[in-house]
């Protein structure tokens, strides 16, 4: 089996949630290697920061929808985490703010995210 086949399979047998854990994790580690390399890797830096900033406008653009399901509280600190996410990243690229708030934030929605542990 190829490896784009493999890909193809696991990505349809995913869950939606299943799906965005797997994205976060993709994204989260994008800004932790973003966040070891020198100031002056500007692309790694920027190409990190842009993906998770598209990763939580997505959301964001998807919580806004009023036909979306989850309750608008929910919805509503989405949008609020996209918002800070943005500003929180033009700080990183400017040096006056960490990778590791975005980094926590990113794993904390990773773990709400998280399967649950089957009962043995």
């Given at each position: 089996?190829?490896?784009?086949?493999?890909?193809?399979?696991?990505?349809?047998?995913?869950?939606?949630?299943?799906?965005?854990?797997?994205?976060?994790?993709?994204?989260?580690?994008?800004?932790?290697?973003?966040?070891?390399?020198?100031?002056?890797?500007?692309?790694?830096?920027?190409?990190?920061?842009?993906?998770?900033?598209?990763?939580?406008?997505?959301?964001?653009?998807s919580c806004s929808d009023s036909t979306n399901a989850m309750p608008?509280?929910?919805?509503?600190?989405?949008?609020?985490?996209?918002?800070?996410?943005?500003?929180?990243?033009?700080?990183?690229?400017?040096?006056?703010?960490?990778?590791e708030t975005l980094i926590d934030i990113n794993r904390?929605?990773?773990?709400?995210?998280?399967?649950?542990?089957?009962?043995?």
């Amino acid at each position: 089996m190829s490896l784009q086949a493999y890909k193809t399979a696991a990505t349809r047998a995913e869950s939606p949630r299943e799906m965005e854990y797997r994205l976060f994790g993709q994204v989260t580690r994008a800004l932790m290697h973003a966040s070891t390399v020198d100031k002056s890797d500007i692309a790694t830096r920027i190409d990190a920061i842009d993906w998770n900033r598209r990763l939580w406008s997505t959301l964001s653009t998807s919580c806004s929808d009023s036909t979306n399901a989850m309750p608008q509280a929910l919805r509503a600190q989405i949008i609020s985490l996209d918002l800070f996410i943005g500003r929180h990243s033009s700080a990183v690229m400017r040096g006056e703010g960490d990778f590791e708030t975005l980094i926590d934030i990113n794993r904390m929605v990773m773990q709400g995210l998280a399967p649950s542990p089957q009962p043995a």
